[in-house]
């Protein structure tokens, strides 16, 4: 079970990572990108994959993932929080928060020259 504070923890452990709302839904963002959603529906996360792998997710794992069709026309999925792996959802969330944030962000963390709590 991957619940919001996990979700929570694992994304605010990354440099210039804030909390905040974005259309009614709890949201992370990163160098004002969002990272991910959750959303208040479904009480699930929302997240952010190439389309290539949100269909692929949809077809070999339709129990844990899903999509609607508000988030369908979006590079994005929703996972079902009793079903997720907390291991894919931490890599997606780096993945996610590399691609976005300030390359002088990610390098700094690399060489770890930054360190969050």
Request: glycine share 2%; with cysteine.
């Amino acid at each position: 079970m991957v619940t919001f504070e996990d979700v929570r923890v694992i994304i605010l452990s990354f440099p210039d990572t804030t909390e905040g709302m974005s259309w009614d839904a709890r949201s992370f963002k990163v160098n004002k990108k969002a990272i991910l959603f959750w959303n208040p529906q479904y009480d699930c996360p929302v997240f952010k994959v190439p389309f290539e792998e949100r269909d692929f997710l949809l077809e070999v794992d339709p129990d844990t993932f899903f999509t609607t069709d508000h988030h369908k026309p979006w590079p994005m999925i929703l996972g079902r929080p009793e079903r997720l792996d907390i291991d894919w959802v931490r890599t997606n969330i780096e993945r996610v928060w590399r691609a976005q944030a300030k390359k002088s962000t990610v390098k700094a963390y690399d060489a770890g020259r930054i360190i969050k709590s």
